[in-house]
């Protein structure tokens, strides 16, 4: 059966990946598999004496259990839970390649009452699952969410990967029966790139209409250049009031070199109180 992993850690904002990952398995008839990772401590947190004590861990665990029982009764969607040791962003990765997870579904920012430094920890293991899984990661920000998904907003660009997104956008519409926002900002007094992008928009519509899916494209102008791209695009989406689901696309890490997130992208993650999908592009 199907699985998609959730990374849990008992935070409000795991509580709402959670939530949005019974809404996506009922859809593909999946299972979830809840993942709590007791981190491995490195040297200075061992020094601190932070290492989680066995009674501790028994604690844990059973609250884990109890969590996947109460949502499997709940909501009619088997959860299986799973506690592991090791480094949190390799361990999530690790365990949705053995398991062949469908996708990731996790939070992004921890809850309130947690010190400062695990937040900041907790945001650096999102970005690392999202450059290294083989699968789609999506990523839970905002507090409140609706329960499906009515629109998927594309943000559209001419990089070669656009085809890809597209397809994968389709796919997701006719799941959730949702319409496709395809949207894209670029600074006004750039001619060319507007036509292009006009061109492809129009393109793009085509595709996705003759899949008897709704789209609408809209090309956005700014004044401000670069910066301006990602505000813009998130500004529209908050305006329909109707987007419950952004798709963009990530490139994966390189085995030598330090990686980075494109910066759209990035922003997109980091900003957006509305869940964003990340898919890698195929060769």
């Not at 491995?40 to 947190?45: E, F, K, M, W």
């Not at 109460?70 to 365990?95: F, M, P």
């Not at 997870?101 to 920890?121: C, L, N, Y």
């Amino acid at each position: 059966m199907d699985n998609i992993l959730v990374p849990y850690d008992f935070s409000k904002q795991s509580e709402f990946a959670l939530q949005q990952a019974v809404n996506l398995a009922r859809r593909i008839s999946s299972r979830i598999v809840l993942l709590y990772v007791n981190e491995t401590p490195g040297i200075i947190s061992a020094l601190f004496g932070t290492k989680l004590s066995d009674e501790m861990i028994e604690k844990i665990n059973d609250h884990l259990d109890s969590v996947a029982a109460r949502i499997s009764l709940r909501e009619s969607v088997y959860v299986e839970a799973s506690l592991q040791n090791g480094r949190i962003y390799t361990t999530i990765v690790k365990t949705a390649d053995e398991m062949n997870s469908k996708f990731i579904v996790m939070g992004t920012r921890s809850s309130d009452g947690i010190d400062p430094e695990r937040k900041r920890m907790m945001g650096a293991n999102t970005s690392r699952v999202i450059r290294s899984a083989n699968c789609p990661v999506i990523t839970i920000s905002g507090s409140s969410h609706y329960n499906g998904c009515r629109s998927i907003l594309l943000p559209m660009d001419l990089t070669k990967e656009t085809k890809q997104k597209v397809q994968r956008a389709i796919e997701f519409a006719k799941l959730y029966d949702a319409q496709i926002r395809a949207v894209s900002a670029v600074r006004e007094s750039d001619k060319e790139a507007i036509e292009r992008l006009n061109e492809q928009m129009n393109l793009v519509k085509n595709i996705i209409t003759a899949e008897n899916v709704k789209c609408e494209a809209e090309i956005i102008k700014t004044v401000d250049g670069e910066k301006a791209i990602v505000p813009a695009i998130l500004n529209y989406a908050r305006e329909k009031n109707d987007v419950d689901l952004i798709m963009i696309m990530t490139q994966q890490e390189h085995p030598v070199l330090d990686f980075f997130v494109g910066s759209h992208a990035q922003e997109f993650i980091r900003s957006s109180e509305i869940p964003v999908i990340s898919i890698i592009p195929q060769e």
